[in-house]
Nanobody, 125 residues
Framework: QVQLAESGGGLVQAGGSLRLSCAASGRTFSRSNVAWFRQAPGKEREFVAHISWIGTSAVYADSVKGRFTISRDNAKNTLYLQMSSLKPDDTAVYYC??????????????????WGQGTQVTVSS
């Protein structure tokens, strides 16, 4: 069982930066593949980035490639998303997610079993 809690969201101007954190509890987090998703008003939840349990094999959605960086610190049981050059289109609730132990990486919401409550990111123009 893994419990996740995001933080770090807020209001930022276009071109600015934010770092999101996802604190995890549970003994299996350090061995779980994890991801960030986001959901804008009226839209489906979409994949942002994922990273393997050992911190390699990071993959990004085309819309954030080169601007966002996903990382993790297993000693702290924490997942991060560094966001730079933010655009108004990045406005959404951001969620961290963890796959069940032993499941590989994926880009769909169905792939992940554990979810945080989300943190709001608003980018003003």
């Amino acid at each position: 069982q893994v419990q996740l809690a995001e933080s770090g969201g807020g209001l930022v101007q276009a071109g600015g930066s934010l770092r999101l954190s996802c604190a995890a509890s549970g003994r299996t987090f350090s061995r779980s593949n994890v991801a960030w998703f986001r959901q804008a008003p009226g839209k489906e939840r979409e994949f942002v980035a994922h990273i393997s349990w050992i911190g390699t094999s990071a993959v990004y959605a085309d819309s954030v490639k080169g601007r966002f960086t996903i990382s993790r610190d297993n000693a702290k049981n924490t997942l991060y998303l560094q966001m730079s050059s933010l655009k108004p289109d990045d406005t959404a609730v951001y969620y961290c997610a963890a796959a069940p132990l032993g499941r590989g990486l994926g880009v769909t919401t169905r792939h992940y079993e554990y979810w945080g409550q989300g943190t709001q990111v608003t980018v003003s123009s």
